[in-house]
């Protein structure tokens, strides 16, 4: 697998444009968009590192920051996860219409708030979204009816230490109709930031999408 060149992005949204970071290794087999959770960004130390695995593994990722530097300054907007999702699903859209992306199929890696805008948004696209993993995500902050309709396969990673935001996944799990795993990952507290956790959570990750969206990709047969 060849290395994969960064690319700056400027995707238009709303009240202007919001940047990101692309990365395409040769042959990619899938595309993880990344929605940071409050108070982080595209330049989130544990999320490129998740996502240096996942290029790794062959998968493009794009790295994005949700909110306009404007936005990011008022705290209660890092909390909005209507405006999140919509920011998303603008995001995915853009991605649908490059030619580096556009035949890819597509998944989510949601931290924290982040998790609970990729959960709304595979509900709203339904099975245009091949799969979700949430890394100490809040899915509880999602709406319900969300949860409900989320279809593709998701994984919740959690760590063991971190009761308040296990219990939360747990109860956002009995929710959700799809493919649902939650894994608890040992003597990781809410950051990851023991020895060896962050590497699990990566491994975990570039399994389930590896699986999940290299399956969405693997062509019809044709019968003959």
Known sequence: MHAATEQLVRIPVDS????G??????????????????????????????ARVLRERGL???LVDLLTPEEDRAYATRFDIPLLTQRLLDVTDWARRQPATALLPVGYFGASTGAAAALSAAAALGDGIGAVVSRGGRPD????RDLARVQCPTLLL??????????????????MPGPTTLTIVPHATHLFEEPGTLEAVARLAADWFAQHLRTRAAPASSGE
Do not use: K, M, Y
């Open 60 to 62: 493009a990722t794009l």
């Open 158 to 175: 959690v760590g063991a230490c971190d009761e308040e935001v296990l219990a939360l996944n747990r109860r956002a799990a009995a929710h």
């Open 21 to 50: 970071a692309l990365e395409c290794p040769a042959g990619s087999q899938g595309l993880v968009l990344f929605a940071h959770g409050s108070g982080s960004s595209r330049h989130s130390p544990r999320n490129n590192f998740v």
């Open 16 to 19: 202007g444009h919001i940047e």
């Open 141 to 144: 902050l999602a709406p319900a």
